[in-house]
């Protein structure tokens, strides 16, 4: 029997979970992404910057999340979905988002990583900066 995490959540369906500084995050076997704590940056990627109990990530063309990138100190959090794309939200003080700005986003951005011609593999954040893994042994 699976144990379950109050009445819409069971373990047997997650894939991972992670946190940020005061965010977290549940990564379901189908792709999908819930999130709940402080927002303030609009890290939890709900196109909103009010703090939640609970809430379901949008995620940009409904294409699968694989993995989460996220690190203990950081404000941002880092989707990388089947494809290989890397989708970014929250604080941006210092560009480590990868957006080419300093604009904080509350909303699910694609990062554009097709001048490297690769996919991204893996990603892990800190509070001010960021660093991915991508296939072909590129790092950025």
């Known amino acids: 029997t699976p144990l379950s995490l109050g009445s819409a959540i069971t373990v047997d369906l997650l894939t991972s979970f992670e946190a940020i500084q005061s965010s977290s995050f549940i990564l379901f076997k189908d792709g999908g992404v ?43 959090a880092f989707f990388v979905n089947i494809a290989g794309d890397i989708y970014a939200t929250g604080l941006n003080d210092r560009g480590q988002l990868g957006t080419g700005d300093t604009t904080n986003r509350n909303a699910l951005t694609k990062i554009d990583i097709s001048s490297t011609g690769a996919s991204a593999e893996q990603i892990s954040a800190s509070s001010d900066h960021t660093l991915s893994r991508l296939s072909e042994g590129i790092s950025v």
């Open 34 to 76: 819930a999130a709940c704590g402080q927002n303030n940056f609009g890290q939890l990627g709900n196109e909103s910057n009010e703090d939640v109990l609970r809430t379901i990530v949008t995620i940009p063309d409904s294409t699968p999340i694989r993995s989460l990138g996220v690190g203990p100190s950081a404000l941002s």
